[in-house]
């Protein structure tokens, strides 16, 4: 009736074949690596004052002020009144002012009121923009001579023709 319980065998510990990846060296560039969401400023937000990083930025509340970032999306109800410089913009809503960017993107519903400088331009039907379209492009040196300066940055007049 009273019996003594049998032990359940022991297991064997637990064997790991790889060791564990180890950490880089550098904590920043791990940060670097993960992707990060976009920053939101939310439609019930107004920020008077410029908005500078190198992330991902999307505006759907307004900002009075100059917007610097690597990727800017605008939304339906944002609205910034000042200048954009960012790599991509995509705008779906109000832009007054300048937009310096590699890529633009305006989708049906943007209103753009000021010039846009740019490498790629997209429109589509219905989007507003009124300014000028201007586009820049990297200036491509022939093979073993450097890019030609412009002469305003050379400080003066072109350098008169020599005689031959």
Same mark, same amino acid.
């Given at each position: /009736?009273?019996?003594? &319980? =049998?032990?359940?065998?022991?297991?064997? @510990?637990?064997?790991?074949?790889?060791?564990?990846?180890?950490?880089? #060296?550098?904590?920043?560039?791990? !940060?670097?690596?993960?992707?990060?969401?976009?920053?939101?400023?939310?439609?019930?937000?107004?920020?008077?004052?410029?908005?500078?990083?190198?992330? *991902?930025?999307?505006?759907?509340?307004?900002?009075?002020?100059?917007?610097?970032?690597?990727?800017?999306?605008?939304?339906?109800?944002?609205?910034?009144?000042?200048?954009?410089?960012?790599?991509?913009? *995509?705008?779906?809503? !109000?832009?007054?002012? =300048?937009?310096?960017?590699?890529?633009?993107?305006?989708?049906?519903? #943007?209103?753009?009121?000021?010039?846009?400088?740019?490498?790629?331009?997209? /429109?589509?039907?219905?989007?507003?923009?009124?300014? !000028?379209?201007?586009?820049?492009?990297?200036?491509?040196?022939? &093979?073993? &001579? @450097? =890019?030609?300066?412009?002469? =305003?940055?050379?400080?003066?007049?072109?350098?008169?023709? !020599?005689?031959?």
């Amino acid at each position: /009736m009273f019996s003594k &319980q =049998a032990k359940p065998p022991a297991k064997p @510990p637990v064997k790991f074949d790889a060791p564990p990846a180890p950490l880089p #060296a550098d904590p920043a560039a791990a !940060r670097k690596a993960a992707p990060k969401p976009a920053s939101l400023i939310s439609e019930n937000l107004v920020i008077e004052g410029g908005v500078t990083g190198e992330g *991902e930025v999307q505006i759907d509340g307004v900002v009075r002020g100059d917007v610097r970032v690597g990727k800017l999306t605008v939304g339906e109800t944002g609205h910034i009144e000042g200048n954009v410089y960012a790599e991509a913009v *995509e705008a779906r809503g !109000r832009i007054i002012g =300048a937009i310096t960017s590699k890529q633009v993107r305006l989708y049906g519903t #943007a209103y753009i009121d000021g010039d846009i400088t740019h490498e790629q331009l997209a /429109m589509e039907t219905g989007a507003f923009f009124q300014g !000028r379209s201007l586009k820049f492009q990297r200036p491509v040196a022939p &093979q073993g &001579q @450097p =890019a030609p300066t412009p002469v =305003a940055a050379q400080g003066g007049a072109p350098p008169a023709p !020599r005689p031959v």
